[in-house]
C-alpha cells in the first residue's frame, strides 16, 4: 500500500531560494525548513489544496494528510515583482532584536533600522541598568542586615559604596549587553541601518536623510519613552525620569517618587539601600495599585513599612519645581478626587515613575492612513496595524510598547516572532495572559495571568467557580537555609477543570520561579497533571510544587506517564552505568519506547519524511 504526503507549495519553482530573496538554495536544504509546527494541531490538516504529492511504498503513514506551508502571508495584498528586504524592522530594541533573529533563522533577508542606539530603552535605559544598580542594592542591604549576617555566623564590619563605582557597573553592563545584540544580529546577516526609520506608503520606508528602502513585511517597534504629567518640570539634575535615575549621578537624602509602580518600587529598594529616605507619591488610593492585592498588602510589610519609606495616597502631583538658587524641589500635592490643595513638599530630588508613553510621532502613520489612540498603534490580535477605517494595513505590524498590549521588554520580543511566524506562513496568535512580569525588589515580585479580583470578575461572568492556593516560603528547606523565609505563592485557578488563571509569587527569587506557571498557561497544561511533574530537593522550585499540590480539583491526570521508560541507575554521587551483571545485549532492552502517543507518532513520521524528501530534493 502506497502512502501519500502531502506538500503545499507557492507556484514557484521547487528550486525557490532559501530566503525569498537571495542564494538559489533548494528549501530542503535544512530539515528547519520543513517543520511540524510544534507537534501541535497546525500539523495535521485534512482540507483540500493543492498539492505536490510524493509517493514511496517504504512509507507507510495513514490516511491523515500533513500539509506543511512555506508560503508567506500578505495581508490580502499583492506584492510587488521584488524587494529590496522581505522584512524591515523600525526600532532595534528588544522587540525588534528578537524579531531580526526569529525572521534569519526562518531565512528572510532583513534589515533593522535604528535612530538611537541598538538595545532601545530596555538595554540602555532600562531593564538591563537597573538589574545592575538591584544588584548592589540587594548585596548592600544584606550586609548592612546585621541580625541576617549574624544568624550564619558571620561577623562584617561597616558596608560602603563607591557611588561612580556603582553608576559604572550599570554603564558597563548595558554597553557589554548592547554590543551582545549588535554582533548577534551582524553575525547572521541582518543589515543594521542607521538613522530615524519613518513609513513612506505600503511596503515602503524611508532612514536617515533620503535613503528609501522596500520590504515585502514591515514591522514597526519603536518603543516607549517616559511618561512625563503636565505641571513637572523635569530638569535632569533634581527632577528626573527613569533615564537620568539609572546614571545615578548622585544619591539625594531625601527624594520623592512620583508612582508606586514597577518602576518606583525598584527604585525605592535602591535609594534606600543607599542611604536615602523616600517619599512615594501615589495617585489611586493604595500603594502597588497593580498587583494582586494580597501580594501588595504583604509587599507593604516588608518592602516599604520596616524601610525609611512613607507615602501619599490618593493625591496628584500638580506641580514639581527643579531645586534651584539654594532652593529645594518643590511639589505641590492636590486630592485626586476634589483636585482640592492637600499639602507642599520639599525635598531634595524627584523621581517621576509615572509610566511610559509610546514613541510613535514622525513615524509617517498618515501616510498609511493610521490614527493613533493616545499616542499607540492600533493593531489586532496579531499585531497587524489598523488604519482610521478600521480595516488592516496590508504587510505593516506593530509590535512592543509602540501597541500598548503589554508594555514589557519581553512581551514585545515575543510579538515579533508571532509576526514572523505568520509572515513565513504559519498562523499564531500570542496569548498575553501567558507572559509573566517580575519587579525586582528585595525580595522580588513576580506575577502571570489573572489577579483575583480579575479572576473572580471573569467567573461570575462566565459562570464558573474560582478557587485559590496557597503556599509559604517559610515552609521551603531551601528558602529556610537562606534565611529568606518570608513569601508566599498564590495561584487562582477554576477547580472544575483545573484552568490556571492566575499565579503571583513574593519571596526570594520570585521572578525566577514564576516562569513554570506562565510555560503552564502558555501550553494550556492542567493543575491535574502539572502537579505530577517532580522537583528537585531542596530547591525554591518546590515552593511551586507545594502550591500546585495544594490546589484542589475535581478533574483527574490526563498525562500518560508511560510513554518512555529510560532504565538509568542512581547512586548519591549521580547516575552510574550498569554492573556486568546488569548490562544488557541489546541496547533496546535498556530503552523501551512506545510509539503510542501522539508525539512520538510524529516524530516518527518527521524522520521519515525527511529521509524521503532528501533523496527526492537533494
Known amino acids: 500500500m502506497q502512502s501519500a504526503i502531502a506538500l503545499p507549495f507557492s507556484q514557484t519553482p521547487l528550486t525557490r531560494p532559501s530566503r525569498l530573496l537571495g542564494s538559489t538554495k533548494s528549501i530542503f536544504s535544512t530539515p528547519r525548513s520543513l517543520q511540524f509546527c510544534g507537534l501541535r494541531r497546525e500539523a495535521f490538516c485534512s482540507s483540500p489544496s493543492t498539492h505536490l504529492t510524493l509517493r514511496s511504498d517504504r512509507v507507510r503513514i495513514p490516511s491523515t494528510r500533513f500539509k506543511v506551508s512555506a508560503a508567506a502571508t500578505t495581508n490580502g495584498a499583492p506584492p510587488p515583482k521584488s524587494f529590496d528586504y522581505d522584512l524591515i524592522i523600525i526600532g532595534a530594541g528588544v522587540g525588534g532584536h528578537g524579531a531580526a533573529l526569529h525572521a534569519v533563522e526562518k531565512g528572510l533577508k532583513t534589515a533593522i533600522i535604528e535612530g538611537d542606539v541598538v538595545g532601545g530603552t530596555c538595554v540602555n535605559r532600562g531593564c538591563v541598568p537597573s538589574k545592575a544598580l538591584l544588584a548592589v542594592s540587594g548585596r548592600m542591604r544584606e550586609l548592612q542586615n546585621e541580625h541576617h549576617m549574624k544568624s550564619f555566623g558571620l561577623q562584617v564590619s561597616a558596608a560602603g559604596y563607591d557611588r561612580q563605582g556603582v553608576a559604572d557597573h550599570a554603564n558597563n553592563l548595558a554597553t557589554k549587553i548592547r554590543n551582545n545584540l549588535t554582533n548577534s544580529m551582524k553575525a547572521l546577516g541582518v543589515d543594521i541601518l542607521t538613522g530615524f526609520g519613518s513609513v513612506l506608503g505600503p511596503q515602503k520606508v524611508k532612514y536617515g536623510k533620503d535613503n528609501i528602502i522596500t520590504a515585502k513585511n514591515i514591522i514597526i517597534a519603536t518603543g516607549s519613552v517616559p511618561f512625563v504629567p503636565k505641571g513637572i518640570e523635569v530638569d535632569g539634575k533634581t527632577v528626573i525620569t527613569s533615564d537620568h535615575a539609572l546614571k545615578l549621578e548622585s544619591v539625594p537624602d531625601w527624594i520623592a517618587i512620583v508612582g508606586s509602580g514597577y518602576i518606583g518600587l525598584e ?352
Do not use: W
Not at 327 to 345: R, S
Not at 543 to 565: W, Y
Not at 581 to 602: G, H
Open 267 to 618: 527604585f525605592s529598594d535602591v535609594y534606600t539601600a543607599l542611604g536615602s529616605e523616600v517619599t512615594f507619591i501615589e495617585a489611586l488610593d493604595q500603594l502597588m495599585p497593580g498587583f494582586d492585592p494580597e501580594i501588595s498588602k504583604l509587599a507593604q510589610r516588608v518592602l516599604i513599612n520596616p524601610r525609611k519609606i512613607d507615602y501619599h495616597t490618593g493625591v496628584f502631583a500638580s506641580k514639581i519645581t527643579p531645586a534651584k538658587d539654594g532652593k529645594p524641589v518643590m511639589i505641590e500635592l492636590i486630592d485626586a478626587k476634589t483636585k482640592e490643595h492637600k499639602d507642599t513638599l520639599e525635598v531634595d530630588a524627584a523621581l517621576i515613575a509615572t509610566g511610559r508613553a509610546p514613541f510613535t510621532n514622525g513615524l509617517g502613520l498618515e501616510n498609511v492612513n493610521v490614527v493613533t489612540q493616545r499616542g499607540f498603534i492600533p493593531v489586532d490580535e496579531r499585531m497587524r496595524v489598523i488604519d482610521g477605517n478600521g480595516k488592516l494595513v496590508p504587510n505593516l505590524y506593530c509590535i512592543g510598547d509602540a501597541n500598548g498590549k503589554l508594555m514589557l521588554a519581553h512581551a514585545a520580543s515575543a510579538q515579533g516572532i508571532s509576526v514572523v511566524e505568520q509572515v513565513t506562513g504559519r498562523d499564531h496568535v500570542l496569548n498575553h495572559l501567558s507572559i509573566p512580569a517580575a519587579c525586582f525588589t528585595h525580595p522580588e515580585i513576580s506575577m502571570v495571568g489573572l489577579t483575583e479580583p480579575q479572576a473572580r470578575e471573569k467567573g461570575e461572568k462566565e459562570g464558573f467557580k474560582v478557587s485559590v492556593a496557597k503556599t509559604s516560603f517559610k515552609a521551603n528547606t531551601k528558602a529556610l537555609a537562606e534565611n529568606e523565609g518570608e513569601g508566599i505563592a498564590k495561584m487562582i485557578y477554576r477547580p472544575d477543570n483545573g484552568e490556571i488563571l492566575g499565579v503571583h509569587i513574593f519571596g526570594l527569587h520570585a521572578a525566577d520561579l514564576i516562569h513554570e506557571a506562565s510555560n503552564a498557561i502558555a501550553l494550556g497544561t492542567r493543575i491535574q497533571d502539572i502537579k505530577l511533574a517532580v522537583h528537585a530537593h531542596p530547591t525554591l522550585s518546590e515552593v511551586l510544587d507545594e502550591l500546585f499540590k495544594a490546589a484542589k480539583v475535581e478533574g483527574h491526570a490526563t498525562t500518560k506517564t508511560g510513554d518512555a521508560k529510560i532504565k538509568l541507575n542512581m547512586n548519591e554521587d549521580g547516575p552510574r552505568g550498569p554492573s556486568d551483571d546488569e548490562k544488557q545485549p541489546s541496547l533496546s532492552k535498556d530503552l523501551i519506547v512506545r510509539s503510542t502517543s501522539l508525539s512520538s507518532f510524529v516524530e516518527d513520521i518527521y524522520a521519515r519524511v525527511m529521509s524521503l524528501v532528501s533523496r527526492v530534493f537533494v
